[in-house]
Nanobody, 127 residues
Framework: QVQLVESGGGLVQAGGSLRLSCVASGRTFRNYAMGWFRQAPGNERDFVAAISWSGGRTYYADSVKGRFTISRDNAKNTVYLQMNSLKPEDTALYYC????????????????????WGQGTQVTVSS
């Protein structure tokens, strides 16, 4: 059974930074792309960022491009999301997810292409 455990969320003022972490277990982590999604109350789950299995390719939502950076450490089975210049509209529950296809050539933003999800970590940005 694959498990994904997020951490690093919290309350931060606008303009501040946070780094989210997601530790994976139960599957060969290095063979799968990983993604971050977020969901604000009353909204659908939105794509934030994705990174290929090798770490060589990344893909971002337009709303976070230039502010957020996704990275991974395959030796630690961990994917990170560095979030800078945070805005109140970034407030949401952030989820990491594992791609269902091993060694996919491109990153995907489609939630249906991810088969394992963490429980989420709350990020709240005050104005």
């Amino acid at each position: 059974q694959v498990q994904l455990v997020e951490s690093g969320g919290g309350l931060v003022q606008a303009g501040g930074s946070l780094r989210l972490s997601c530790v994976a277990s139960g599957r060969t982590f290095r063979n799968y792309a990983m993604g971050w999604f977020r969901q604000a109350p009353g909204n659908e789950r939105d794509f934030v960022a994705a990174i290929s299995w090798s770490g060589g390719r990344t893909y971002y939502a337009d709303s976070v491009k230039g502010r957020f950076t996704i990275s991974r450490d395959n030796a630690k089975n961990t994917v990170y999301l560095q979030m800078n210049s945070l805005k109140p509209e970034d407030t949401a529950l952030y989820y990491c997810a594992a791609d269902k296809v091993p060694r996919r050539l491109v990153c995907t933003a489609q939630p249906g292409e991810y088969d394992y999800w963490g429980q989420g970590t709350q990020v709240t940005v005050s104005s």
